[in-house]
């Protein structure tokens, strides 16, 4: 499969990179080991039942999904016959997020707050295109080292974060392709949580 600059390199026009990467990004998710998506799910469903947190992480990019994530995993998923997702992103405390980037290093900003929070048995969701990301690295060791599900969702070469994860959700693309990674990673988003939600509620309107 050609990467990205290949394909632009053979396109003359906006037009022709557009379909192009939508043709790409389809020859990628036709890839995807949808079993692993199923474990995801799984994982997610056994929390609730155990009423165990759900904690997401990631930089940049992936700090917004995980703020997305964690939205659609907690409120749109929830009924009055089932128990709540008990999800939480760790990227959107501004004042704790910043005290312990200056005070202990930016390394520091989410293991941190798992030791303060995290139980056996919740789960942290490492968002990281690299899977190399410190922070992100250091969180899910810390999560694995304590009794937590580490679920890995990483591109390129799956970094440390996939070595060490229960389960990794891996999109292997070319170095630098962070672009279809992080689309990647908000359709698993939409994926679960409609699953969950029609498995739920039978219906996706509010």
Same mark, same amino acid.
């Given at each position: 499969?050609?990467?990205?600059?290949?394909l632009?390199?053979?396109?003359? /026009?906006?037009? =022709? +990179?557009a /379909?192009?990467?939508?043709?790409?990004?389809? @020859?990628?998710?036709?890839?995807?080991?949808?079993?692993?998506?199923?474990?995801? !799910? @799984?994982a +997610?469903?056994?929390?609730?039942?155990?009423?165990? %947190?759900?904690?997401?992480?990631?930089?940049?990019?992936?700090?917004?999904?995980?703020?997305?994530?964690? /939205? $659609?995993?907690?409120?749109?998923?929830?009924?009055n016959?089932?128990?709540?997702?008990r999800?939480? /992103?760790?990227?959107d405390?501004?004042?704790?997020? %910043?005290?312990?980037s200056? @005070?202990?290093?930016?390394?520091?900003?989410?293991?941190?707050?798992?030791? *303060?929070?995290? =139980?056996?048995?919740?789960?942290?969701?490492?968002?990281?295109?690299?899977?190399?990301?410190?922070?992100?690295?250091?969180?899910c =060791?810390?999560?694995k $080292?304590?009794?937590a599900?580490v679920?890995?969702?990483?591109?390129?070469?799956?970094?440390? !974060?996939?070595?060490?994860? $229960?389960i990794?959700?891996h *999109?292997?693309?070319?170095?630098?392709?962070?672009?279809p990674?992080? @689309? *990647?990673? =908000? *359709?698993? $988003?939409?994926? !679960?949580y409609?699953?969950?939600r029609?498995?739920?509620?039978?219906?996706?309107?509010?």
């Open positions: 499969m050609a990467d990205l600059v290949t632009f390199n053979a396109t003359h /026009s906006s037009a =022709q +990179f /379909s192009a990467y939508l043709a790409y990004l389809a @020859d990628i998710l036709q890839a995807i080991d949808v079993s692993i998506i199923e474990q995801i !799910i @799984d +997610f469903s056994t929390a609730a039942e155990n009423e165990k %947190t759900i904690y997401f992480l990631g930089n940049g990019g992936s700090a917004v999904t995980a703020t997305h994530f964690a /939205s $659609d995993m907690a409120v749109n998923t929830r009924t016959q089932h128990k709540p997702l999800a939480v /992103s760790l990227v405390n501004l004042a704790l997020l %910043t005290c312990v200056n @005070d202990e290093g930016f390394e520091n900003i989410f293991i941190r707050q798992l030791e *303060i929070f995290m =139980q056996p048995g919740d789960i942290v969701v490492g968002l990281s295109v690299s899977g190399n990301s410190p922070n992100v690295v250091h969180a =060791q810390y999560a $080292d304590n009794g599900t679920i890995a969702c990483t591109g390129f070469s799956g970094g440390k !974060i996939g070595s060490l994860a $229960d990794h959700f *999109i292997p693309t070319p170095l630098g392709e962070y672009g990674v992080e @689309d *990647i990673f =908000q *359709i698993l $988003d939409h994926l !679960i409609t699953y969950l029609l498995s739920r509620v039978g219906s996706l309107s509010h």
